[in-house]
């Protein structure tokens, strides 16, 4: 009788083992194709990770590239912009030293003109010191190697250089409107 209890165990057992396995090996097969999945998604981000640098690091050169362009586009504007300024205070000048005066339309359409710098003027300033602080928190980006952050840091600045060339032109044309007035008189 030991035999037959020994082979009921031995039947109950595998019995067992056949049912629990089921449901085991049904979910094991599921995970493996989650796995297999995941898996392949991460080895694709893997290969996009090493292809990225490389490309993100040439588009962000010719996004430093552009920035320095403005940076110097800026700079002679704002030279263009002091040239300008000198030429209108010395025609000002002459005009007091050979008429005594200038003509009431002149001084207002000057006075109008000087409003509309000083607008422009608060303008160039509100934006003056963004950029360095753009740059600034644009190290952390670059320690970290977080080259989305560094493409956004580029584009705010190039965004911001942009409004002030817009803005900068806009100023060299009244003083070169201003300086017509002179030319006229």
């Known amino acids: 009788m030991k035999k037959i209890v020994s082979r009921t165990a031995i039947t109950f ?9 089921i449901p085991f090996s049904a979910y094991a097969e599921n995970n493996q194709g989650k796995n ?31 920035m ?17 300024h000198n030429s209108i ?3 000002l000048k002459k005009a007091k030293a ?28 509100a934006t003056k010191d963004s ?7 644009n190290k952390e980006s670059v320690r970290a190697k977080d080259y989305t952050g560094i493409q956004a840091a580029f584009d705010k600045i190039y ?3 942009n409004q002030r060339i817009a803005t900068l032109t ?3 044309e009244i003083l070169n409107k201003m300086a017509s007035l002179f030319n006229k008189a």
């Open 170 to 172: 806009q100023m060299n």
């Open 68 to 84: 320095i362009a403005n940076k110097q586009k800026l700079a002679s504007l704002r030279e263009q912009n002091k040239t300008l």
């Open 98 to 125: 050979n008429n005594g005066s200038v003509d009431q339309a002149t001084l207002d359409a000057i006075d109008n003109y000087k409003k509309q710098l000083i607008e422009l003027r608060n303008q160039v300033s």
């Open 159 to 161: 965004s911001i250089q």
């Open 13 to 21: 057992i595998v019995a067992l083992m056949i049912t629990c396995s």
């Open 131 to 137: 950029i360095k602080a753009i740059m600034t928190k």
């Open 89 to 91: 205070n010395q025609s």
């Open 36 to 66: 297999k999945e995941t898996n392949s998604q991460r080895v694709q981000q893997n290969i996009e990770k090493r292809q990225t640098p490389n490309e993100v690091k040439a588009l962000l050169q010719e996004k430093k590239d552009a």
